[in-house]
């Protein structure tokens, strides 16, 4: 009887949680602290390493191109995962009412997720290619164009390309969670709302979307976050931001800083920015889903 109570102790389970959170907060405080830390310093491997204060967070605002990275990325961002959310519920709605080959098409629309970014961004880079992909192809060959489709002479067209190619990798997961959130919506609400004489639009705005709003804002939460950060498409499609830079977001920024200009300090205050970025864009999410519950 009292090895149950204390089993069923919330106390107790709260002490055997201790070890787990410490090592997350271990595994995630110190490498975070750390960046806070180089984030003050001098330390470009060229003048002794020395505290500088906010220098290296004054060289990124003062940046010329700093604005029109941050609202290249907010764009891209924006796009990848509004293109994603819209794909992911289309398939989602599709693959819920399908009977016959559900589980071979739930297989089929999981299978880009298994594919690295980096190579995701050298597939659509070969199949946008002007003179041997087959996007370009089948366009000249329905008549839709009269010569070769090139998305890397446009900043608009590249940035889409990009979009495209990043949000193809990411519909399997938000499709997936979309899915899974339509099927634990009851079945009776739907005969209700048919016996009441609902057509399909107004059944999906009132009944599916609302009961499903938690768990895909979460995982729109979440591909928002990745794609904000992502560099792996943009490099492997447009090496360099592209024409004009028109697809250089904070991640290439990032990048070049560390890799190419070894200013490490400038480079931790681009990763502290980037984080706040993010943390502010998932707390808006998430006040936003806790607000309407």
């Known amino acids: ?54 220098d290296n967070y004054a060289k990124v605002f003062t940046d010329y191109d700093f604005l029109a990275i941050v609202l290249r990325t907010f764009a891209f961002s924006m796009g990848s995962t509004g293109f994603t959310l819209i794909t992911s519920i289309i398939l989602a709605l599709c693959l819920n009412r399908m009977i016959r080959g559900s589980s071979f098409f739930r297989s089929l629309v999981v299978m880009p997720w298994a594919v690295p970014l980096i190579l995701s961004g050298f597939l659509w880079s070969w199949m946008f290619h002007p003179s041997f992909g087959p996007i370009s192809d089948l366009l ?8 070769a489709l090139n998305i890397y002479k446009n900043p608009i067209s590249s940035m889409i390309g990009v979009i495209i190619a990043d949000a ?4 399997p997961f938000l499709t997936i969670v979309s899915l899974a959130a339509f099927q634990g919506i009851l079945q009776e ?8 004489g609902a057509d399909s639009i107004n059944t999906f705005f009132y009944i599916t979307l609302p009961l499903a709003r938690r768990p895909i804002l979460v995982g729109t939460l979440i591909m928002f976050m990745f794609s904000f ?8 499609m447009t090496p360099g931001g592209g ?14 800083h560390i890799y190419e200009v070894l200013d490490f300090g400038k480079a931790a205050a681009i990763s502290v920015i980037l984080i706040f970025f993010t943390f ?14």
């Open 140 to 147: 000249m060959k329905f008549g839709i164009r009269d010569e």
């Open 168 to 171: 193809w990798r990411r519909i």
């Open 243 to 256: 024409v004009g830079k028109c697809t250089y977001v904070l991640g290439a920024y990032l990048f070049d």
């Open 280 to 293: 502010m864009i998932g707390s808006a999410f998430i006040y936003n889903t806790l607000k309407k519950e």
């Open 1 to 54: 009887m009292n090895e149950a109570k204390s089993l069923s102790n919330s106390s107790y389970g709260a002490i055997l949680s201790i070890p787990g959170l410490l090592l997350m907060l271990a595994w995630v405080l110190i490498p975070f602290t750390y960046v806070i830390y180089l984030s003050f310093l001098r330390y470009d491997n060229i003048s002794p390493v020395v505290f500088s204060g906010f």
């Open 189 to 196: 609400l739907y005969d209700a709302s048919e016996v009441d």
């Open 229 to 236: 950060r992502t560099i792996d498409v943009i490099y492997s």
